[in-house]
């Protein structure tokens, strides 16, 4: 699937959310064309699929996607729009919500909980035996 294809998955999945939740995400949702790694990926196999902003000069409060993530990982199911992509970007759009909602309240348990999973992601590596 080409990006143009990924934004109508995403604006599908985007009009199933309440607009109560999408208050004062007003830099809205992006796509952007890359591939993202966590900076803390040691082999390339860590990636970010969406990130949450606040107050970026010009833009305020915005959410992007990474179509160029969602292919490296999905692979061949983005090619046919599959239920399975339409699941992650869903997945991953409501996390990113969760994000903006909670720092609109100033809650820190999702940063938390993205925290604990990249230790996870470390650990685990560790003891595979792969690099750190």
Same mark, same amino acid.
């Given at each position: 699937m080409d990006i143009d294809g990924f934004?109508?998955?995403?604006d599908e999945v985007a009009e199933e959310i309440p607009e109560d939740?999408?208050? +004062?995400?007003?830099?809205?949702?992006?796509?952007?064309?890359?591939?993202?790694?966590?900076p803390t990926a040691r082999a390339r196999d860590l990636f970010v699929m969406g990130e949450y902003h606040v107050q970026i000069p010009g833009l305020g409060r915005y959410i992007v996607l990474y179509y160029g993530s969602f292919e490296q990982v999905f692979g061949s199911h983005t090619s046919n729009g599959s239920s399975r992509l339409?699941?992650?970007? =869903?997945?991953?759009?409501?996390?990113?919500? =969760?994000?903006?909602?909670?720092?609109?309240?100033?809650?820190? @348990?999702?940063? +938390?909980? @993205?925290? +604990?999973?990249?230790?996870?992601?470390?650990?685990? +590596?560790?003891?595979d035996g792969g690099e750190v």
């Open positions: 934004h109508l998955i995403l939740l999408l208050q +004062r995400l007003n830099g809205g949702i992006l796509v952007l064309p890359e591939i993202k790694y966590h339409r699941s992650e970007i =869903r997945r991953t759009l409501i996390h990113e919500l =969760r994000h903006h909602i909670e720092s609109l309240s100033g809650v820190k @348990d999702l940063e +938390r909980e @993205d925290e +604990r999973a990249i230790e996870a992601y470390h650990l685990k +590596r560790f003891n």
